[in-house]
């Protein structure tokens, strides 16, 4: 697995602090989760099977459904938690405009 380097905008640090989602939380989503391409931006999402058994069982419900979406220049745009992520994401247009 390659390992990813990006940076934080500093509207994804206000918002993962706002959402509780720690430093840590976010690199797991990212090395762990399953990405998405779409509108320019990849969309990084933590499901619970990517993390069982990797995470202790007693944090899965804090990972879980974790959104964390990079731009092109590996910046971290914002990051969220949502229980129907992948839906959401898959239903977004491939291009930001057509």
């Known amino acids: 697995m390659d390992t990813i380097y990006f940076r934080y905008l500093p509207h994804?640090?206000?918002?993962?602090?706002?959402?509780?989602?720690?430093?840590e939380m976010i690199k797991t989503a990212i090395n762990l989760g399953e990405v998405f391409f779409r509108q320019g931006l990849?969309?990084?999402i933590c499901l619970e099977k990517?993390?069982?058994g990797i995470?202790?069982?007693?944090?899965?419900?804090?990972y879980r459904n974790i959104v964390v979406i990079l731009n092109s220049k590996n910046e971290i745009?914002?990051?969220?938690?949502n229980k129907n992520a992948m839906s959401h994401i898959r239903r977004k247009n491939k291009w930001l405009y057509n």
Do not use: E, H, L
């Open 12 to 23: 994804a640090c206000k918002r993962a602090a706002q959402r509780g989602i720690s430093k």
């Open 42 to 44: 990849r969309y990084f």
């Open 50 to 52: 990517q993390i069982n």
């Open 55 to 62: 995470i202790p069982p007693s944090s899965i419900k804090k």
């Open 77 to 81: 745009v914002t990051c969220y938690k």
